[in-house]
């Protein structure tokens, strides 16, 4: 019972971590949380689903989601938040202004989707089972596809780990989010790697919804919850980590799934604000935040 409770919370915690990961790359860039993110990576899985009904093939699907949900994270940089940051930099609402605009930009994207698609719950099919695995006469509440959602969640986070800690972009990365005026004089592009860093979001954001959206349903809100739990495991992490952000929704997934098996789904997220509020009373920035950060 404890490893198949263990499991799930790995898988839990694995989307978790992708959503946590989406709202830190766009929050180191922009010190914004970006409350449209569960909006963007809902609209991508739509894409990803519609794709796989034309082609039949989840495989297909999958990959395309993920390039919408980049293409989707870069639009939304240059044709919505650099346009208001660079009209709200002053005046007593300057501060909540595109944190209210994300708030609304759900709202259109939810609105949209419902449009073209409708509200009814669509069901985004996956070749892999969803019967938990079988070794004698024991079956485990772990099936193929929460293996894939946990290896394509790995694949996820190693990329952005290899990228991020031995590539030039990454380093552009790190500069821009940091000292965006230093790495400005040094050559780099800031406006534009921040776009990356967007780009990046969407796709993270778009993998957690096109690999979960099989084991439920897919609506204009299936993905908010999901949302929460990222944004709580990114506070709990620290917003400015992504370190932070993997370690906290691995926490907050292994902690939801033990808390549902042995105590009952009633208290899950109750208990998970808690540990949010405890976090931040002994350490507002995190556990893995950074002790002086810039403003951009």
Not at 40 to 63: C, D, F, K, R
Not at 150 to 160: E, T
Not at 225 to 244: K, M, P, Q, T
Request: hydrophobic fraction near 55%; aromatic fraction near 10%; charged fraction near 10%.
């Amino acid at each position: 019972m404890f490893i198949d409770t263990l499991l799930i919370g790995i898988s839990s915690g694995a989307i978790y971590s992708l959503m946590a990961l989406a709202l830190v790359l766009v929050w180191r860039s922009t010190r914004v949380v970006n409350f449209a993110q569960s909006g963007q990576a809902v609209l991508s899985t739509y894409i990803g689903y519609e794709i796989s009904v034309q082609t039949h093939n989840y495989w297909i699907s999958l990959p395309l989601a993920i390039l919408a949900g980049a293409i989707l994270g870069s639009l939304v940089d240059l044709l919505f938040m650099r346009l208001l940051i660079g009209r709200a930099k002053s005046g007593p609402i300057a501060e909540i202004a595109p944190v209210i605009a994300t708030l609304g930009l759900l709202g259109l994207i939810q609105s949209l989707i419902g449009l073209i698609w409708g509200n009814a719950f669509l069901h985004y099919a996956s070749p892999l089972s969803g019967k938990g695995f079988t070794f004698g006469s024991h079956t485990i509440p772990f099936s193929p596809q929460n293996l894939f959602i946990v290896i394509a969640s790995a694949a996820v986070l190693a990329i952005f780990g290899i990228v991020f800690k031995f590539t030039d972009l990454g380093l552009a990365l790190r500069a821009a989010s940091f000292q965006p005026e230093i790495a400005q004089l040094a050559g780099i592009r800031v406006s534009r790697v921040r776009n990356i860093g967007w780009s990046f979001a969407g796709a993270a954001g778009a993998v957690a919804g096109a690999a979960i959206t099989p084991t439920s349903t897919l609506s204009p809100n299936s993905l908010d919850l999901l949302f929460v739990s990222g944004f709580i495991a990114a506070v709990i992490g620290g917003l400015d980590s992504l370190v932070g952000a993997v370690i906290g929704g691995l926490v907050l997934g292994i902690g939801f799934s033990f808390i549902l098996q042995y105590i009952g789904g009633s208290v899950t997220f109750l208990v998970g604000f808690i540990i949010l509020m405890v976090v931040l009373l002994i350490r507002p920035r995190g556990i893995f935040g950074h002790k002086v950060s810039r403003r951009a």
